[in-house]
């Protein structure tokens, strides 16, 4: 297979190109190409027979308390790149602001935290919980069935999640 390829070589347009600059456009294909797989498990998934690269399963948002205009959202996020990946934030056009909080014990109390990262190993997955780690929403005016948040990592990479409204009565995070 590999001696085809070598007899073919000169009739491919690439094979006109000096070798630096065909080496040169391969890397930038395969990095881009490389950065491209993170969708989520929740229907919107690439469509190819490769797993996606970052998976986003459970996303649920809290409804609004009456007379409140913030609230959570919860996830559990599955990286399957081969290298780790960090978690920096959220937006989304449907809340003022997105914060990453975590709850802590803090002199016999649980006190709600930001949180400025997470690090996600390659293979392994982090869930958002209340209780735990979770995403504050605020000024949100409404929500309707669902809600999209895009989680935002250091590479630069922004994956769009849909995360489907459930109502729960009382407080917490």
């Known amino acids: 297979m590999f001696n085809d390829l070598r007899i073919r070589k000169s009739a491919h347009p690439a094979s006109r190109l000096p070798a630096s600059r065909f080496l040169l456009a391969l ?13 989520t498990d929740a229907g919107t998934g690439s469509g190819t027979a490769a797993a996606p690269l970052l ?3 459970n996303a649920k948002v809290r409804g609004l308390l009456p007379g409140r205009n913030m ?18 934030g959220a937006k989304s056009a449907a809340a003022g602001k997105v914060e990453m909080h975590t709850v ?19 293979g392994q997955s982090t869930t958002f919980i ?10 949100v005016a409404d929500i309707q069935a669902s809600m999209a948040i895009t989680l935002q990592f250091t590479d630069g990479t922004e994956l ?14």
């Open 27 to 39: 890397g930038i294909f395969i990095a881009f190409t490389a950065c491209g797989g993170a969708t």
């Open 55 to 57: 998976v986003v399963s």
């Open 104 to 122: 802590e014990m803090v002199a016999e109390q649980m006190r709600m935290r930001p949180l400025t990262e997470v690090l996600i190993e390659s």
């Open 160 to 173: 769009p999640v849909e995360f489907s409204k459930v109502d729960i009565a009382g407080g917490g995070h």
């Open 71 to 88: 609230t959570a959202a919860y996830f559990t996020l599955k990286n399957n790149r081969p290298a780790a990946v960090t978690l920096i």
């Open 130 to 139: 209340s209780g735990g780690h979770h995403l504050m929403l605020f000024e």
